[in-house]
């Protein structure tokens, strides 16, 4: 395997100089630079970097067929396979509506992990394969982190924020509600939407001064690569009890993310561990950056993810999830569709037959 040195790259900045790791998430409340990846499964690592600067060309990933635009090598797209099919899938979303019937729960996020192995696995670099992202797929909270001795190597080309604080004020953005176009966009997914905005106001009224919760904006549509989202804002000021512990007090009230779970939280993450047939690991967790000195930083929630298994017992794999919002009016089939539309164009690209140039596919 090549030398990957440890890096992280988050909105145009890019960070080396690994100085430390931990999985404590204090740390983030402490002094520094930190890269995070909190897994959907609870565990959390946190690496501090002692040098971030912005990325120049020189920062980019150098050429030569093992890395960099055009030099990134993925799986052949018929090499993927899900850890539950069609069929499993559909009887998946009948169960969360029979729960949903019985009244143990209103919304499920119900989600199956794809996996393909890797052509070259010694010279596969999520690095590489973040530059072809930010080709064929943009994201306003695309990232990648790379740390390879700690069994870490994420890709994300993520369209939703999880957290951002900026001092005392906090804020989430989640997304319920998918389509091919904004017309495709039904009463179901905003009902779905209002659904989860009741949640992450839940959540961060935990941590926030009583009376500063608010929803700046309600079930807005928002285009992104091939598919549109609605997607909501909630915006809260930390409660003064909470401005030195900010981080790990906010991961403990809001964790994992309420648009990747379903309400009541409680009862959806048991469903979820009963139906779902595979762990989530980076996808659906937090992924991101925080700036323990200025009190600043900003989380996705880690869909439209990749990251690299290099402990999966056939050899190393290339992961990526997909799943979709389950309620009382959903329709199975529709369900399996929009996952399948979800992951499409990603795994494309990442298989290397879907990238943007001059706005042409080929």
């Known amino acids: 395997m090549r030398d990957f040195p440890p890096l992280a790259r988050f909105g145009g900045l890019i960070a080396t100089d690994l100085r430390d790791v931990t999985t404590d998430p204090a740390a983030l409340d402490s002094e520094g630079w930190w890269a995070v990846v909190a897994g959907f499964e609870g565990g959390v690592v946190c690496a501090r970097f002692g040098d971030v600067r912005h990325a120049t060309t020189a920062d980019e990933p150098a050429p030569g067929g093992w890395t960099g635009p055009g030099g990134w090598t993925g799986p052949a797209r018929e090499d993927w396979h899900s850890s539950m099919d069609r069929d499993a899938y559909t009887h998946g979303v009948r169960r969360v509506r029979e729960y949903i019937a019985a009244g143990e729960v209103y919304q499920v996020n119900l989600c199956r992990v794809l996996s393909a192995p890797l052509p070259d696995p010694a010279r596969s670099d999520v690095d590489a394969l973040s530059a072809v992202l930010a080709r064929g797929n943009p994201a306003p909270y695309a990232g990648t982190i790379r740390l390879p001795a700690h069994g870490v190597e994420v890709a994300s080309a993520s369209p939703e924020l999880f957290l951002r604080r900026d001092g005392r004020t906090v804020e989430s953005g989640p997304i319920k509600g998918t389509g091919r176009t904004a017309e495709d966009l039904s009463e179901k997914d905003r009902a779905e939407n209002v659904m989860i905005v009741d949640l992450v106001r839940n959540d961060l009224g935990r941590v926030c001064a009583t009376g500063t919760v608010t929803v700046p904006a309600l079930c807005a549509v928002e285009p992104h690569p091939g598919l549109v989202h609605l997607v909501s804002t909630v915006r ?23 648009s990747v779970t379903g ?8 469903i979820i561990d009963e139906l779902e047939t595979a762990p989530r690991g980076p996808y659906c967790g937090g992924i991101g950056w925080v700036d323990a000195d200025r009190r600043a930083g900003e989380l996705n929630v880690g869909i ?21 919002g389950i309620i009382w009016d959903s329709d199975p089939e529709r369900e399996w569709a929009e996952t399948e539309l979800k992951a499409e164009r990603l795994l494309a690209v990442a298989s290397g037959v879907h990238e943007v140039s001059g706005g042409k596919r080929r």
């Open 236 to 258: 809260g000021e930390l409660a003064e009890a909470h401005e030195k512990t900010a981080w790990a007090d906010l991961l403990a009230a809001t964790f994992p993310p309420g």
């Open 263 to 270: 309400a009541p939280k409680s009862s959806a993450l048991r």
């Open 304 to 324: 439209r993810t990749f990251w690299i298994d290099r402990t999966a017992p056939g050899g190393p794999v290339l992961r990526f999830g997909a799943g979709a």
